[in-house]
């Protein structure tokens, strides 16, 4: 059995060198992830019905929290989720209704969608229904409906708005004061007539659901395929926002628990403009960040979880991060060797996580202590800033298609440390940015966190550096007298500390 899952069964704890891994940066692939799962304040929050929009970085644990709502199983909790790596947006798209405000085009096609996943689960794994003489009617109506439109008391999501596919409304969930050919609309034809159609598909979901029991319909990946310059693609996340927060509240009036949990990266939410938003953001958000030291759910926090899961005994499981690292002696930085892990990460449990398999591999090769130590660290380094270089690529090449040009220039200037003058003058030496902006183009390597800038010290003092992970409010200051690249690139740009 891999170290990484073994059960504390061994009773004694077990030597550094026999762990395979301290898991997986992918929560696909993290077989940790369940078993070292932390109640982090936004899961919370949407469990309880308190919030539905989780807002989190790329790599700060949203998939995390959205796989454990999917994987906990209860008689009284049901959850659906949708994950849009395979689903087929050229079908949603045509749904988009024409005449309404640009941020509603496509708000009734999620509610129909979502409504769609609550009768999946009322149909099919909602065992105390019928609950109540008013939700008999209502369970029938709804799968009359699905079985008539799609055959299948349980349909493929991908197959919700396929054009051909045809409505079919009878009995008790006829649309009223809506003349419809045959009772029946073709779901290319649907726009026109979906608002109505909503509106007699939520009664009789809202009516259905049992009020002692938690319903979540949980949205993911949405960031998949997103292009920043793209209107539709921010219509569509307009859209959804709305939608979830309508069903979210229609439910808790009735008094029925009902989550619609939409989880999305911070940084496109910030770029989205629609009305309401501000009231959206300070009552219905939370965020999912990571702390060094304090201030809820730390890194460190994080790590002794799975160090306690594959290091530890019966007797006593917990491992804590100094077991694990000599904090007896700094880092030649004289920072602790925690401290210097943390500033080379987005504070991202997917950076820690590999940041720690990589000290590990350096620690296996190197025939350490019984510690990890400073040279085990400083080995680590290398392949660490390799990895935070690709998940760069992942996240900014098809919004920035010349970064790797950008990212030539700071090469140049061999510092982390640097000025815009000095940045200009490297810029200006390359051909292939003739024409582009080096001011623009230091606000999109800002906008990616590849460098902050330093802020002078206001009334309390002391300069900081402004980092876009750190704050997704922060915006960029081309008056800045000084950049810096952020220390976890250092290596993999060959880069020298101080001030070029």
């Given at each position: ?408 220039v700071v090469k140049e200037l061999g510092s982390l440390q640097f000025s815009l003058e000095n940045f200009s003058a490297a810029w200006v030496r390359r051909p292939s940015l003739s024409g582009i ?20 010290g206001g009334r309390g003092g002391g300069s900081e550096y402004v980092w876009r992970y750190r704050d997704p409010r922060a915006r960029f200051n081309a008056a800045s007298e000084v950049f810096r ?16």
């Open positions: 059995m891999s170290t990484t899952v073994r059960s504390l069964t061994r009773g004694k704890m077990l030597k550094i060198s026999e762990v395979e891994n301290f898991g997986a940066i992918d929560a696909d692939a993290d077989e940790l992830l369940r078993e070292c799962f932390q109640n982090h304040p936004a899961y919370i929050a949407a469990k309880e019905n308190k919030k539905f929009l989780i807002l989190g970085r790329k790599g700060s644990g949203k998939t995390a929290i959205f796989k454990r709502f999917l994987t906990e199983h209860s008689a009284h909790e049901f959850a659906y989720g949708h994950s849009f790596d395979d689903y087929p947006w050229q079908h949603h798209d045509l749904q988009a209704q024409t005449g309404v405000p640009e941020e509603r085009r496509y708000f009734h096609s999620w509610k129909y969608l979502t409504l769609m996943g609550l009768a999946k689960i009322l149909l099919n794994l909602d065992q105390s229904q019928p609950w109540s003489d008013e939700s008999i009617e209502s369970v029938q109506a709804l799968e009359d409906f699905v079985v008539d439109s799609y055959g299948s008391r349980d349909p493929d999501v991908r197959q919700l708005f396929s054009p051909e596919k045809e409505l079919r409304f009878k009995g008790t969930l006829k649309i009223p004061y809506l003349e419809i050919s045959g009772e029946r609309v073709r779901v290319k034809e649907l726009p026109p007539h979906i608002q109505e159609v909503n509106q007699v598909i939520q009664e009789h979901v809202l009516r259905a659901l049992t009020p002692d029991n938690s319903y979540y319909i949980c949205f993911d990946q949405l960031d998949l395929g997103f292009v920043k310059s793209d209107p539709a693609y921010s219509q569509r996340l307009v859209g959804l926002i709305l939608a979830a927060r309508d069903l979210f509240l229609a439910a808790r009036n009735r008094g029925k628990r009902l989550n619609v949990v939409v989880f999305l990266r911070d940084d496109i939410y910030q770029d989205l403009q629609f009305e309401d938003k501000n009231k959206i953001t300070e009552n219905f958000s939370e965020l999912v960040e990571w702390h060094e030291s304090s201030g809820g759910l730390t890194l460190k926090g994080l790590m002794e979880s799975r160090f306690s899961r594959v290091l530890g005994d019966d007797s006593g499981p917990f491992v804590s991060w100094e077991s694990v690292f000599d904090e007896s002696r700094e880092m030649p930085s004289r920072q602790t060797k925690y401290k210097h892990i943390c500033d080379r990460t987005f504070l991202r449990p997917r950076d820690v996580i590999k940041f720690c398999n990589e000290i590990l591999k350096q620690y296996k090769t190197l025939g350490a202590g019984d510690q990890f130590d400073n040279q085990v660290i400083h080995e680590a380094r290398s392949g660490y800033s390799d990895y935070l270089l690709n998940e760069l690529d992942d996240e900014i090449a098809k919004h920035v298609p010349q970064y790797k040009e950008y990212l030539e902006d080096p001011v623009a183009a230091l606000g999109q390597l800002f906008e990616f966190s590849v460098v902050g800038y330093l802020k002078p690249v952020h220390p976890g690139f250092k290596e993999a740009l060959d880069l020298l500390t101080g001030r070029s």
